[in-house]
């Protein structure tokens, strides 16, 4: 890195709240993105569809306004921007392809989502080939990361959550609060580790992979253990997807009640839209409001676990014998945490109905295309074997375990605030 380039270094978290309110700014004043499609069902659909001319033309447009944000953003942190381009091509086309999978019917029928099918092309490529380290070095994993969050909070509207009733609200701390403590206890049990421990706790009572990334980022956690997390939420989404509504209508649940139960307790929200679908409208609105109530709690909980983490000096210590200055605190606070914050109160009160409908489409978008980077980023960066064999079968357990909680614990509170 040049001195040059070291003067004029900005933090990344700062860097990535200018460059989220960045795009949000071009969306409203300037130029909105196109959304490409990806939907297909057979190859004729896929010539069709997906590789016509019209729809090229926006992947290029998304592959210049990506890599151009993403090089202001490596400028401006002091990083290569050489190297940011030369790898970038790479990831966007391997996310590309991911987006591609991901878009087919019968995907799309089983709800898997894109960003796994980013994670797996990335650890594939990343465990089966010799990337060379400055490859590896030039990912801008917690770059796209935090990107996607400050855009995520464009989505979270204030006045849409009241409007849904306070029931999702009530249950959404009583679960959040009770999960993630019963996680942290249990993950100190089974002694694993402090930075798997935050982020399995916030995985399992929060919103899976976008707590754990929030949570990553809060206490500057390492983006492979971020992986193995996201792995498991993955990997147990999908059953618990399949097999809880039939569980519901086994034992004669009232929509309601089931549509709480999933909301609470599947950890992606695309997973909890195709458990709700399954079961009938009720449960799939009930379901959303629930979800999304969670979501909301998500820029709350960042901020607490980032003090927190402060606060402990990053160790359980029962006894804490010099507590840092607020102004340690801050140095130390995720600073992305307030554009998720100021991306959600701007979006909540100060833009129009009209104004939100018409960039919403856009923003979502590109929202998705940084987390889809960002998780074919991790995968290539990752070692999965050496972060099986480092971490061992501990946080595995726990997170079974603290699902298991959570599903139990929801299912009684969804009981209590919805069976009437």
Known sequence: ?????????????????????????????????????????????????????KNIQILLIEFVYLGLIGAIGAFIMGKSVKNFLLIFPVVYILTTAALILAGNAQMRALNLEAVIFSLTIGLIIGNFFNLPQWFRDALSTELFVKIGLVLLGTSIIFSDILKAGSLGLIQALIVVLSVWYFAFWLCRKLKVDDELTMMISSAVSICGVSAAIATSGAIKGDSKKLSYVISMVLITAIPMMIFMPYIAHYFNF????????????????????????????????ISTIVKFSQNVLLGLAAFAISVYWTYTNNKWATVVESKPTLGVIWERFPKFVIGFIGASLLFSFFIPTETRDVVKDSLKNLQGLWFALAFTSIGLETNFKDLLSTNGKKPFYAFLIAQLFNVIVTLIVAFFLFGK
Do not use: Y
Request: glycine content about 10%.
């Open 1 to 53: 890195m040049s001195q040059q380039n070291k003067t004029f270094a900005i933090h990344e978290d700062w860097t990535v709240v200018i460059l989220g309110f960045l795009i949000i700014l071009i969306s409203l004043f300037l130029f909105l993105v196109p959304v490409p499609t990806f939907k297909w069902s057979a190859g004729s659909d896929l010539i069709n569809t997906v590789f016509i001319a």
């Open 254 to 285: 009232p929509q309601e009640v089931t549509g709480a139960w999933l909301g609470g307790s599947i950890d992606t929200t695309g997973a909890v839209v195709a458990s709700g679908t399954l079961v009938g409208e009720a449960a799939l609105k």
